[in-house]
């Protein structure tokens, strides 16, 4: 009889335990979670690609490149400010400011450091940068589309960013 017993307490206790595993599925991060992990590699982007192009538009047989790209700049910054501008930011941000990000923030700056003439130093350091934001938003392989894709393309046509 205390063998049943056991039995039947072992039994009950696995269904317990299986019952409160089913209930714990992970959730999806916050919004604000996501930005906490992706803005301090988009700040290091973000500054990495400004000072890229002041020495672009420093020298004048690039100067034009460096306009484009701050034309570029310049489009890119509020998108990536409305996530990650800091203790300002956060209680607006937002799933559909994450989306914008998304699909349009980190497409375009891998498209620009894509385009840029960035030693292979610089442009590694910029696409794991990015790679960590994309990570982070839970998107995978946009980053190293963008960039290919301003490799092979023209150098005319690299100065507009597919978003």
Not at 40 to 52: E, G, I, K, R, W
Not at 70 to 92: K, R
Request: hydrophobic share 50%; aromatic share 2%.
């Amino acid at each position: 009889m205390k063998l049943k017993t056991l039995i039947v307490a072992t039994i009950a206790t696995c269904f317990t335990v299986l019952a409160g595993c089913a209930g714990n599925a992970p959730k999806p991060p916050t919004p604000q979670q996501i930005a906490a992990v992706a803005c301090p590699s988009l700040d290091l982007v973000h500054a990495q690609l400004v000072a890229f192009n002041g020495t672009l538009q420093a020298d004048p047989a690039t100067a034009a490149a460096g306009k484009q790209a701050q034309a570029q700049l310049d489009a890119i910054h509020p998108i990536v400010t409305a996530v990650c501008n800091g203790a300002a930011a956060a209680p607006a941000v937002d799933v559909s400011s994450i989306q914008a990000l998304i699909s349009t923030g980190l497409p375009a700056l891998a498209h620009l450091a894509g385009s840029l003439p960035l030693t292979p130093a610089q442009q590694a350091q910029v696409q794991a940068a990015l790679v960590v934001a994309e990570t982070a938003a839970g998107v995978v392989g946009v980053v190293e589309q963008q960039i290919k894709a301003a490799q092979a393309a023209p150098a005319g046509a690299a100065s507009t960013a597919k978003p």
